[in-house]
Structure formats: structure tokens, C-alpha cells
């Protein structure tokens, strides 16, 4: 297989490890990731679904109530990473794909004094309209530089053809 082509932009780089990273949730509607990163390193990932030998059953993960109230975001997810292996995120930038941080992730990541949050320019699903506005005024008055960013131009994303049921990251559906 043909690796894909590298953005030039290392914002839209990263936002592609994310995007990578994403397509890792078992979530069959929603697969977010995230990567913190610092001097241009990554330090942690993450991506939504049920925490680590919680049973992720498809009775679970289709009964959304139910897998919403037991799954752990990307961002969650990436920061308990850090936590359990001693790496500090502060200063860190945080990518995440694809869509804005939730109001209690963006807590999260300004409790670990985060600096930025990268995002792509996507059109945003209404559904989480109000917990992405608390977080980008919540970000705001914390000080953390937000930015949704361009993912157009010389970008290939990885595709998995060995996965028939491969879904696109987009759009948030259910
Ligand atoms: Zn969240």
C-alpha cells in the first residue's frame, strides 16, 4: 500500500494522527481522537469507547444511554494515559478528530494546563453545539488558544481496505 502523502502544515500532521487514531473506537457512530503533544513529540493518544476490560459488547455499544454513560472520551482517555504513565501534558498542545472538545473534557484539559486545542474546520453537529460553545468560553477564560483549522489541500487519510465495514469519521450519525 501506498503510504499517504505527509501535510506540509504540522497542525493538519497531527490532526491526521488524530484522525488515525480516531478510527481505533470500537463507537460505530462516533470515533473521536486525540493526541497531546509538546515540542512537536507526541505524549499521549486516546480515543473514545469503554474504559480498558469493561466489556464493550455489541449489547452495550448498541443501546446508546448506556454506552455514552460507560464510555470515556478521547480526551479522557489520553489524559488518564499521561496520568498512569507520569507524563506531564502541561504546555502540551491537544489535537482532536473530529470535532471541539465537550465542556467536561475541556475542564479536563485546562485542569492539565493545556495551551492550545487544535481541531479541523468541520461543520459542527448540532447535537453538541452548547457543550462546544461552554467549552471554547470556558477555554477562553482559562486561556487556552483554541483553533479549528483548514484540512483541505495535500492530504491522503490512511484508508483501511482490509475493513469492509470501515466507517468515515464523519458524520456523527445516530
Ligand atoms: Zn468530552
Not at 469493561?54 to 470515556?72: G, W
Amino acid at each position: 500500500m501506498r503510504p499517504p502523502k505527509a501535510p506540509e502544515s504540522w497542525d493538519q500532521r497531527f490532526l491526521t494522527v488524530a484522525m488515525h487514531v480516531a478510527s481505533w473506537s470500537k463507537d460505530r457512530s462516533t470515533k473521536v481522537g486525540a493526541i497531546a503533544v509538546r515540542d512537536r513529540r507526541i505524549l499521549a493518544t486516546g480515543y473514545n469507547g469503554l474504559p480498558a476490560g469493561v466489556l464493550d459488547s455489541d449489547e452495550r455499544l448498541d443501546n446508546r444511554d448506556l454506552k455514552l454513560a460507560m464510555t470515556i472520551h478521547a480526551e479522557q482517555n489520553c489524559v488518564s494515559y499521561a496520568a498512569r504513565n507520569g507524563v506531564c501534558l502541561a504546555a502540551s498542545t491537544f489535537y482532536i478528530w473530529p470535532v471541539m472538545t465537550c465542556s467536561q473534557c475541556a475542564g479536563l484539559l485546562i485542569q492539565v494546563d493545556a495551551a492550545r486545542v487544535i481541531v479541523p474546520d468541520f461543520v459542527e453537529p448540532l447535537r453538541w453545539q452548547e457543550s462546544f460553545d461552554q467549552a471554547r468560553q470556558m477555554f477562553s477564560e482559562a486561556g487556552v488558544s483554541v483553533a479549528r483549522i483548514p484540512m483541505r489541500g495535500p492530504i491522503e487519510p490512511a484508508t483501511d481496505e482490509s475493513e469492509g465495514e470501515h466507517e468515515a469519521p464523519l458524520p456523527f450519525g445516530q
